[in-house]
């Protein structure tokens, strides 16, 4: 009797699992994130290493995406993913590099340099990886979450300035987008934040707006400060982790509620916000899929010419030629 009962009770948990849904499956990757045959292919470089003395001893890996139209004549606009191994996988929920090659060929977003960087590390710590995004083995934690300048010093002090002497990149900050994920997120934008005069584009995807250091005062602190002219697209998911803690419900640990009330105070604010929310876990299948989406929204205002005679408007835009 005892071992027929076990095998019911087992039997149950097999079919409640079985019929519990994966609310992020029907969020997949479109054209526009994937290769496509006749599209031009801009070159992926790196991997490039810059030390760090926002964080003393530690040191940041960075790939540099460059499009087969940069033309160094040109100042190009430019968009920084934080996680950048995440982002640049071949085999990821994002492949922003396939993003950047379909949509500037067809003039729905401008030229830009793309930058993927990973947190800092020391050099004794692993790079980060498709599995382990570095939370337990660099300085991820800290850099990403903190409601401070640290980190925004490592993207406009430390690699801004190298930037500007191998790419000629726009010096308006209006060219400039930042982005990530989860904790990647909220540091794009603390840097938009603390750096509005370099950087006022942000993406952001089941963003850490939560108590991990303090991101939950975003709202509060976004409510009583003088407005930024920053520009934000916030995506998460219903089913994003929902502070359900050891010892009951935290709003603060809320990752949902939390993104939620963030762009509240934005709307209410006034800020140039957009938002979708879907009913996805917490991780990029939703976010990922929404990339191409996000980035023409953030930069819908690129010069445009309406001269029904531009034949050069109409027309996609050709590699540059050597």
Not at 66 to 75: E, F, G, I, M
Not at 120 to 137: A, F, L, S, V
Request: glycine share 8%; hydrophobic share 35%; proline share 8%.
């Amino acid at each position: 009797m005892a071992k027929l009962i076990l095998s019911c009770l087992l039997l149950i948990g097999l079919v409640a699992t079985a019929q519990e849904p994966n609310t992020d499956a029907f969020y997949k990757l479109g054209p526009d994130s994937l290769p496509q045959d006749g599209v031009p292919k801009g070159k992926v470089l790196g991997p490039y290493v810059i030390p760090s003395q926002a964080y003393p001893g530690t040191q940041h890996t960075y790939w540099v995406y460059v499009p087969a139209q940069y033309d160094p004549t040109t100042p190009a606009s430019l968009m920084i993913f934080q996680d950048g191994q995440a982002y640049m996988n071949p085999e990821g929920d994002v492949r922003a590099h396939n993003v950047f090659d379909n949509l500037i060929y067809r003039r729905e977003i401008p030229v830009m340099i793309g930058i993927f960087i990973n947190p800092g590390r020391t050099p004794e710590q692993p790079e980060p990886n498709p599995k382990e995004w570095g939370d337990r083995t660099t300085n991820r934690p800290t850099e990403y979450n903190s409601l401070d300048d640290r980190y925004a010093r490592v993207i406009v002090d430390e690699l801004m300035p190298v930037l500007y002497k191998e790419y000629n990149i726009s010096k308006d900050p209006n060219d400039h987008g930042i982005g990530g994920a989860s904790s990647g997120a909220i540091a794009a934008f603390t840097v938009a934040w603390e750096r509005p005069n370099h950087f006022r584009k942000v993406l952001s995807i089941v963003g850490s707006f939560t108590n991990i250091r303090g991101g939950h005062m975003y709202s509060e602190i976004v409510a009583k400060s003088e407005k930024k002219p920053i520009r934000i697209f916030m995506q998460d998911g219903r089913n994003d982790n929902r502070g359900q803690r050891r010892d009951g419900y935290d709003e603060k640990w809320d990752w949902f509620a939390q993104n939620v009330k963030l762009m509240k105070a934005l709307t209410a604010k006034g800020y140039d916000v957009n938002y979708s929310w879907g009913i996805g876990k917490h991780g990029q299948k939703q976010g990922g899929a929404m990339v191409p989406e996000m980035m023409r929204w953030l930069w819908r205002d690129a010069p445009v010419s309406t001269d029904v005679n531009d034949k050069v408007e109409r027309s996609f835009r050709s590699p540059k030629a050597n």
